[in-house]
């Protein structure tokens, strides 16, 4: 792994399965692991973004029984949109982001 760029091969992330209702209020909040995510990955249509550092992915009416199948997850509720996505999840708490003037060799996910 590349210390200077700790989001390589997918490490120091963490996946949430989130759900917003009719009022956009957020209503379900899941954290999943690396390995629970490799487990879905291949259900959504990442293109180059293959960790989900790019923002959130809809988790579409087609996808929803897979993805509670394959996580042993309960039923998702009906008139909740949910998303996939990523966030920083960097040891000891902090927030990454590349040294002032340098670029970061890929995407920075959200913290």
Do not use: K
């Not at 249509?45 to 929803?64: A, I």
């Not at 909740?80 to 990523?86: I, N, P, S, T």
């Amino acid at each position: 792994m590349n210390d200077a760029y700790p989001f390589a091969g997918g490490r120091h992330l963490a996946w949430e399965l989130t759900g917003f209702g009719a009022d956009d209020e957020l209503v379900a909040c899941a954290r999943l692991t690396r390995e629970q995510f490799l487990r879905v990955r291949h259900l959504f249509d990442l293109g180059d973004d293959v960790w989900m550092m790019g923002g959130e992915y809809p988790v579409d009416s087609g996808l929803r029984e897979a993805v509670t199948e394959i996580l042993g997850i309960g039923r998702l509720e009906d008139g909740v949109d949910y998303f996939l996505g990523a966030r920083q999840d960097v040891p000891g708490g902090q927030v990454w982001s590349p040294a002032a003037g340098a670029q970061a060799p890929g995407p920075v996910p959200a913290p």
